[in-house]
């Protein structure tokens, strides 16, 4: 048989083999120690819960700044594109460039 723990302040899964004759020698779970640990499971799985919660809602305003940001960046390409097609066709109109570029920052 093989009993997997999982810690609660880590997220590394731990397999710790137990052999028969070690199980056989412990005797039989008290329905309290049964109860004990059940509850310390279930607590430990509760706090697991909680920190991939927060961290999932981390990454998600990471990805939703991210967003914002690209969504930014290509509402303003028309503009560049515009201000480029200009200076390729006037290389004097490099004072237009720079106004564009202020003016989209």
Not at 52 to 78: F, H, V
Request: hydrophobic residues 40%; charged residues 20%.
């Amino acid at each position: 048989e093989k009993e997997v723990s999982v810690p609660a302040s880590t997220a590394t899964v731990t397999a710790v083999a137990v052999s028969a004759a070690e199980t056989a020698a412990q005797g039989p779970l008290k329905a309290e120690d049964v109860q004990a640990m059940l509850t310390k499971s279930i607590h430990e799985f509760n706090q697991c819960i909680k920190q991939w919660t927060g961290s999932l809602q981390t990454q998600m305003a990471d990805a939703n700044k991210a967003y914002k940001a690209l969504a930014s960046c290509s509402e303003r390409i028309p503009q560049l594109m515009k201000a480029a097609e200009a200076l390729t066709k006037d290389p004097k109109s490099q004072q237009n460039w720079e106004s564009t570029l202020v003016s989209i920052t």
